[in-house]
Structures are given as structure tokens and as C-alpha cells.
């Protein structure tokens, strides 16, 4: 089967079926067929993909989180509890260099779907599967979600202000870091593929990918045995490296070494503040952190966000405002990067979407679908796997497969 991508980026050539869904997965598949890859997006019966239920936002009654999660894919919708569900998937696996799933484990297994299974009729199959705790240890079988695998990973524990609850990242670390080390891993998997023919199961998990965002907290465990706990905006080991207010707003700086922050005392006006025993090196302003962080609020409360970013920025010094959502997707240089794209939904009409936040020189990606209707490819699809349409309808009266309704013109 030819891939369908109409763009040549560097995984072009590339099948992928994708049985993944929500977040973890969806972010895997994404950045695959960003790259060229024709992802084939399996969703269950009946329902499809659980985000498609998330009730709000909705644009002309479709899940916004769905489309964002999902453009650039091919869509079919498939009931896998039925024999003739399962045989149709075998099929398509049999010409599929990557199966991409994120069930709790064992499930693919009992449907007689496992990678014993699978490998035997395609040998050069790279099987993904994204799990809460991964395929192997005492809780390969517990399922997991982002939340718990932050709480698991101990990232909730250094996530706030000092003092205060437990605290999730605001956004969904464990989840999308673990759809981008999927994503390293079936490219990885892909070129000894190439090199051997060979396929191989890659396994991740969201505690895995929680786990890797703790590096310099483990470095302080490691070598310390102490666990350190939240410190607000503030670095773990460095300062001054966190939020200050302005008089409208907040600011990043970064003092991450000494000449920074010899050029931030300058900034501020007081290049007494280099001498100052408290402040002189690091180790010392980080043991005066609360002294240090409220001289330094003191002046930059007295000029707006935008006047001081523009004087870190002529002195040199990283700094930056902490922008609202809404300001970082409208801010020329997001759009210069090309970072958000837009598309036309079917049903949802005009949208926009992330774009992909990998760029090439030579095989740039492309962004050209938005996100597939409930089974809106499920027909050309089957065709392409040589079902004809007799059978086709057969099996969406079975309730084997879903088409998606037409739309009026």
C-alpha cells in the first residue's frame, strides 16, 4: 500500500496502526505522521476514542481535545470484540511496520492480538505499546493515568510553593513525554528495521516518562539521600532562575551562572549586589534565596514587564515574560516558527492546531488533515486492503466497522 501522506518527510514510506487513544499514544502518532508517516488511526466500537466524549470546549459539536490530539491522521472505526473486527486488524498488520497501542497490558493479548501473534505473520512488525508502568515488574498490569504517574514519580512532590499541597504539573508531563520517547523509540526501531528486517517490541510507560523529568531532583537524592521537596518558580540548584512580578505582570530570569548574574545586579541597579557576602556566589544566594528574591521584587515592581525584558534583553541576560496561554499562541515568533497551523474540519469548519515543533531542512513536516471524523477514512481504507464493497457493507450492518455520516454540502 502506498502511504498517503502527500509530503515527503523523512518517515515517509512508513505504516503505522494506531489503536492509542486520549493522550500518550495520540502524541506518539502525531509526531509520526508530522514526519511523513501514514498513521491509520484504529478507533474502538462504539464511541471511538474516549476524548471524543470530553464535552467541552466542542466547535459545532466536536471535541476540541480530540482534534488537537489527532490531525494528520486517516481514521477507521472497528470492533475488535468480533472475529471479523480482529481479522480485518491482522490484515492491516500484516503490511504495517508499527502497531502503536497504549492498553493495559495484556488486553491485545486476550484478544489474541499479542506480539507472539503478530510477529509471526510480520516479522519486521515494531510493536509500541505505551503503559502506566510498562510490561514487565509487580505492577505491569495496573493501569495508570497522568495524574498518578506524576504522584508515583514524585513529581507532585517538588511541584508548587513550599509549604503547600501536592501539586500536578499544569500540563500532562507523564503523558506527552512518554508519546515522545514512544516516538524516539519506534524511529529508532524503524531504522534497524531497515538495516535488519527485523521488527522488536519498544515498551515505555508514563511512570518511566515521569520518572526521566526528575534528573536534577534524583541528582540531589543520589547523592545526598534526601529528597528535596517544591520550590515554587525557583531552580532546584541555581539562582536567581525563577518568577519576579513587574508592575503588570511576571518575568522570567535567569541568573544560571555568574556573569548573568553580575549583569542582572547591574540591570537592577545595584551592582553593589555583586559584592554582597549574601549574594557573591551561588551558594550563598541560594542559602539567602527568600532574601534575595524580595530585594530583587522590590525594584522590578516599579517598571512594566515589557520595559524590563528589553533591558535583560540589551544587557544580554536570559529573561522572559510568563505569557497567558493565549499571548504564547499568538506571539510572532510562535507563528514564525511555524507552531500553529490551520486546518478545516468537516463538521467543525475552520481550526487551528499545533504544529510540529520538529523542523528539517531537507524533509520538512507537514501538516495537511485535521483530525478524522468517527470512521470518515473507514471505507477507503478497507478498500485499500482489497475488501470489496459488498463486503464493506456487510460488515457495517454487522456492526463490524462505523462509517461516518455525510455531511450536507
Known amino acids: 500500500m502506498k502511504s498517503s501522506t502527500g509530503h515527503p518527510g523523512p518517515l515517509t514510506g512508513m505504516r503505522v496502526i494506531d489503536l492509542s487513544q486520549i493522550m500518550a499514544g495520540p502524541t506518539c502518532s502525531i509526531m509520526l505522521a508530522d514526519m511523513g508517516a501514514d498513521v491509520i488511526k484504529v478507533e474502538k466500537l462504539p464511541g471511538g476514542d474516549d476524548s471524543r466524549a470530553y464535552r467541552e470546549p466542542r466547535v459545532n459539536q466536536v471535541s476540541a481535545p480530540f482534534m488537537i490530539m489527532n490531525r494528520n491522521k486517516r481514521g477507521i472505526a472497528l470492533n475488535l470484540k468480533l472475529a471479523q473486527g480482529r481479522a480485518i486488524l491482522l490484515r492491516m498488520l500484516e503490511e504495517a511496520d508499527v502497531l502503536l497501542e497504549n492498553f493495559r497490558g495484556g488486553t491485545l493479548e486476550k484478544l489474541g492480538l499479542g506480539y507472539e501473534v503478530l510477529s509471526q505473520a510480520n516479522p519486521g512488525l515494531i510493536y509500541c505499546a505505551i503503559s502506566g508502568y510498562g510490561r514487565s515488574g509487580p505492577y505491569a498490569d495496573k493501569g495508570g493515568f497522568d495524574l498518578i504517574a506524576q504522584g508515583f514519580a514524585g513529581l507532585m512532590s517538588v511541584t508548587g510553593e513550599p509549604g ?235 456492526g463490524v466497522v462505523e462509517e461516518a455520516a455525510r455531511l450536507p454540502a
Open 164 to 398: 503547600g499541597p501536592p501539586v500536578k504539573s499544569g500540563n500532562p508531563v507523564s503523558d506527552m513525554n512518554a508519546g515522545v520517547l514512544a516516538a524516539l523509540g519506534i524511529t529508532a526501531a524503524y531504522v534497524h528495521k531497515l538495516k535488519t528486517g527485523q521488527g522488536q517490541i519498544v515498551d515505555t510507560s508514563l511512570m518511566d516518562a515521569a520518572l526521566q523529568q526528575t534528573s536534577w531532583h534524583a541528582a540531589v537524592y543520589f547523592a545526598t539521600g534526601q529528597s528535596p521537596g517544591p520550590a515554587g518558580s525557583a531552580h532546584l540548584l541555581t539562582a536567581p532562575y525563577q518568577a519576579f512580578q513587574t508592575s503588570d505582570g511576571w518575568i522570567n530570569i535567569g541568573g544560571a551562572n555568574q556573569s548573568n548574574w553580575e549583569r542582572i545586579a547591574d540591570v537592577l541597579g545595584h551592582p553593589e549586589w555583586r559584592d554582597d557576602p549574601r549574594y557573591a556566589t551561588n551558594t550563598n544566594r541560594m542559602a539567602n534565596l527568600d532574601s534575595l528574591t524580595a530585594a530583587m521584587n522590590a525594584v522590578l515592581t516599579t517598571r512594566s514587564r515589557a520595559d524590563w525584558t528589553a533591558a535583560f534583553d540589551s544587557a544580554g541576560v536570559p529573561a522572559g515574560p510568563v505569557h497567558s496561554i493565549g499571548e504564547a499562541l499568538t506571539h510572532p515568533q510562535t507563528l514564525a516558527r511555524g507552531m500553529v497551523v490551520d486546518l478545516v474540519h468537516p463538521q467543525a469548519g475552520p481550526t487551528k492546531a499545533i504544529g510540529c515543533p520538529i523542523h528539517f531542512s531537507r524533509t520538512p513536516t507537514q501538516i495537511t488533515r485535521p483530525a478524522p471524523m468517527l470512521g470518515e477514512h473507514t471505507r477507503e481504507l478497507l478498500r485499500q486492503y482489497r475488501y470489496s464493497d459488498t463486503e464493506i457493507d456487510a460488515f457495517v450492518v454487522q
